[in-house]
């Protein structure tokens, strides 16, 4: 049974920082070798992807979010990291991680492409 656990959210002032983080448990094979991914979610607004990252440590970001983001994991493909920097009121959003078991290159930006979800860490910025 895979879970995804994400943690790190919080409240932070304009032009603050977060490092979240997002455990994964349950999985037979190594997560490293497959697509995972960050979403965000704001009130009222669809979910949007935020991050993505292959089997091989390849990253890519949502146009707007390039050079203030930052997707990485450990070694052992256990838990994936996003660093947030200069966030700003837009930033504001429940969070959550992904994984697609299946792929380990071409990641996907649609939900669709992701099996597993964990239930979100909230950031809120002001």
């Known amino acids: 049974h895979v879970q995804l656990v994400e943690s790190g959210g919080g409240s932070v002032q304009v032009g603050g920082s977060l490092r979240l983080s997002c455990v994964g448990s349950?999985?037979?094979?190594?997560?490293?070798?497959?697509?995972m991914a960050w979403f965000r979610q704001a009130p009222g607004k669809q979910r949007e992807g935020v991050a993505i990252?292959?089997?091989?440590?390849?990253?890519d970001y949502a146009d707007s979010l390039k050079g203030r983001f930052a997707i990485s994991r450990d070694n052992d493909g256990n838990t994936l990291y996003l660093q947030m920097n200069r966030l700003n009121e837009d930033d504001s959003a429940m969070y959550f991680c992904a994984l697609d078991p299946i792929r380990g290159a071409g990641c996907r930006w649609s939900e669709s492409g992701y099996e597993y979800w964990g239930r979100g860490t909230q950031v809120t910025v002001s």
């Open positions: 990252i292959d089997g091989a440590g390849r990253t």
């Open positions: 349950g999985f037979t094979s190594t997560r490293r070798r497959y697509c």
